[in-house]
Structure formats: C-alpha cells, structure tokens
T-cell receptor, first 115, second 114 residues
Framework: GDSVTQMEGPVTLSEEAFLTINCTYT??????LFWYVQYPGEGLQLLLK?????DKGSNKGFEATYRKETTSFHLEKGSVQVSDSAVYFC??????????????FGKGTTLSVSS | NAGVTQTPKFRVLKTGQSMTLLCAQD?????MYWYRQDPGMGLRLIHY???????AKGEVPDGYNVSRLKKQNFLLGLESAAPSQTSVYFC?????????????FGPGTRLTVL
C-alpha cells in the first residue's frame, strides 16, 4: 500500500542554519503531497502542499518540490528560527483532487532550534 | 470562525469505562476524520465520514465507534476503554473544490486509560 518515510529525528540546529527534512513516498497512483507542522501542545497545521509532479509548495520560508522521478518531497528552509521548533509531518493523499480520502502520514520529525 | 474544535482537551479513564469525544467544525465541510497519534507512529486513521449519516472504518477501528448525525459534528466513542487506547486523538475535516485533500485539524484530546 501507499506509504511515507521521513527522516528520523530529532534534528537540532542553531538559529539561521539551513534545514532539510527528507521525505520519500510510495504510491500506486498520482498522490498529492503535504507537509504539516505541529507546534507543542497544538494540532497539526498545513504548512505547504503540491498536487502534481514538479510542483513546488512554499509557505513561511519553507519549500518542498514534488519529485516524481525520485518519489521525494523534501522540506527545506534557508534560515531557521527558534519559532520553527516543532514536529514536521510529511503526508500524502493517494488521489489528487478527490476529497474524502484519508491522509497517510510519516512518523514525524522533531526540529529543535536554539538561539 | 472557530474551525475545528474538540471536547474535552484532556481525560483520564479507568479500564472498562466509556466516553465520547466530540468534534465540531463550522466550515460546512463534508468530510471528517478521527486519527490517533502515538509516539513514533505518526497519525493513524480510526474512522472517517464522507457525509452526514455515513461512517467508515480506517486503519485502526477496533474498540471505537463513531456517529455523524449532524454534518458539523463527528463523535468518537470508546465503549470499554483499554490502556492501549491511551493516545492523543485528533479530529480533522476536509472540504471540496480548491481545498481538496487539505485537512484541517482540531487541537486534540489527550486520553489516558489507567
């Protein structure tokens, strides 16, 4: 079945460092891909998404490009801040533009940024 | 506009007790989901609903029941709680059109079963 694999954490960085969190997926169809962020004590918030190959999602300085050839959707940010400390989840929806399909999540990567 | 709300935020149960978790959304979304989040496991789907009056099983449905009597509400029930159901429970809703596949999450309910 479809699945998502993301790098194990925790990831510990200093402020202004470059961030990469790797995410790869397995899917039989044409999925949509997402990054969600969970701040301490809160629910998940959508960070960015991409619905087809070569799409780049971006938000709040974070970016991820949907790479069909490598089945990847790595999250990047050029300069992290302490306020970026959170758990990041990569997820896929097996069928783009078809509502009512549950998301498949990776296990999450904890990011800790120190000043 | 509150988005997705969940009640209660925290609960401690004894083994064998029952309880109902309430999820409410004010976005007129058709689709609603219940997930559980366990350390190192990500989120796993318990049950979901594609519309008022409909429910379906997800990946880990055993020990849970759900109901969607009103479009805006999705209830998750535990009839006889077990320690294995200690988890954080998240509800999510999803609309159609431009927000296809975008799920909006509630703040979660942290449940401990002793």
């Amino acid at each position: 079945g479809d699945s998502v694999t993301q790098m194990e954490g925790p990831v510990t960085l200093s402020e202004e460092a470059f961030l990469t969190i790797n995410c790869t997926y397995t899917a039989t169809g044409y999925p949509s891909l997402f990054w969600y962020v969970q701040y301490p004590g809160e629910g998940l918030q959508l960070l960015l998404k991409a619905t087809k190959a070569d799409d780049k999602g971006s938000n709040k300085g974070f970016e991820a490009t949907y790479r069909k050839e490598t089945t990847s959707f790595h999250l990047e940010k050029g300069s992290v801040q302490v306020s970026d400390s959170a758990v990041y989840f990569c997820a896929l929806s097996p069928y783009s533009n078809q509502a009512g399909t549950a998301l498949i999540f990776g296990k999450g990567t904890t990011l800790s940024v120190s000043s | 506009n509150a988005g997705v709300t969940q009640t209660p935020k925290f609960r401690v149960l004894k083994t064998g007790q029952s309880m109902t978790l309430l999820c409410a959304q004010d976005m007129n979304h058709e689709y609603m989901y219940w997930y559980r989040q366990d350390p190192g496991m990500g989120l796993r789907l318990i049950h979901y609903s594609v519309g008022e009056g409909t429910t379906a099983k997800g990946e880990v449905p055993d020990g849970y029941n759900v109901s969607r009597l009103k479009k805006q509400n999705f209830l998750l029930g535990l009839e006889s709680a077990a320690p294995s159901q200690t988890s954080v429970y998240f509800c999510a809703s999803e609309g159609e059109g431009s927000s296809y596949n975008e799920q909006f999450f509630g703040p979660g309910t942290r449940l401990t079963v002793l």
